[in-house]
């Protein structure tokens, strides 16, 4: 995934100004920074949720600005989950198939393998109210796997959970990332979530890159 001169403006005000970014096939990019710094902004821009103001998005070296969000191969998981209350576990996982209108046996199959990776087999027909916050961030991961993209987008899908659940999560997705290998972007204001994380720390400040780095390279004593 490439960024080249991506810009934002709502009205006059600039909150994305000018970032470019590399992102190697297969890394684990977070991008930390102070709330209103512009994150979710860029990653709704990656995902077509929001068009850029100017500037270029390429996935897997093809530029996407002018595609739709389904046709961009991404799949993000939000920090409230979005997840639709009326319909079951399984309903929720198997959605992005049922809109692109796969053969019902295939959505079956695919849900079934998605829950088992997330560990929520036992779980497929309750309702989203009938779940942990934790199972419920599960059913979002499910149902962006079920997506099979070729990146995953993180708006800091952690930040609604306790402190134990969100060290359990954090080391769930660590180990999805490392078992199936998709290239992700993980955005959060929390330093310790982008230091257990990351391959690369994306430093962001009102608007702008500050740092690219290892953890170990980016992490300043406060
Ligand atoms: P972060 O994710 O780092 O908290 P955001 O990307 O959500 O930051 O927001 C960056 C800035 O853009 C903030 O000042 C926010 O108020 C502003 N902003 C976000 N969305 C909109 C919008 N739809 N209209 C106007 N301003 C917005
Ligand atoms: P549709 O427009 O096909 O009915 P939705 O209403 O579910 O689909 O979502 C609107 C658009 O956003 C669709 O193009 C869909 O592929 C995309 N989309 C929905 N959820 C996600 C997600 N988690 N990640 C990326 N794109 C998504």
Do not use: W
Not at 45 to 65: F, H, K, Q, T
């Amino acid at each position: 995934m490439s960024l080249r001169g991506v810009r934002k403006s709502y009205g006059r005000t600039e909150v994305v100004k000018g970032v470019d970014l590399e992102v190697a096939a297969g890394e684990f990019i977070v991008v930390l920074g102070p709330s209103g710094c512009g994150k979710s902004t860029l990653l709704r821009i990656v995902a077509g949720l929001e068009d850029a103001s100017a500037g270029e998005i390429l996935i897997g070296g093809r530029a996407v600005g002018h595609l739709p969000p389904r046709r961009r191969e991404v799949a993000m998981v939000f920090q409230n989950y979005a997840l639709y209350p009326h319909l079951t576990v399984a309903g929720n996982i198997g959605y992005p198939l049922r809109i692109a209108r796969a053969p019902k046996a295939e959505i079956a199959a695919r849900v079934a393998e998605a829950a088992r990776i997330v560990s929520l087999e036992a779980y497929l027909d309750r309702k989203p109210s009938q779940l942990s916050g934790g199972q419920r961030q599960r059913v979002a991961m499910a149902r962006a796997i079920i997506r099979q993209p070729r990146l995953f987008l993180f708006d800091e899908p952690l930040s609604n959970l306790d402190a134990k659940l969100r060290v359990q999560m954090r080391a769930e997705i660590k180990q999805l990332h490392q078992r199936l290998g998709v290239t992700s972007v993980f955005v959060t204001h929390d330093q310790v979530e982008a230091m257990t994380l990351a391959d690369r720390i994306v430093v962001m400040n009102t608007g702008v890159v500050e740092q690219v780095g290892r953890p170990t390279e980016v992490y300043r004593r406060p």
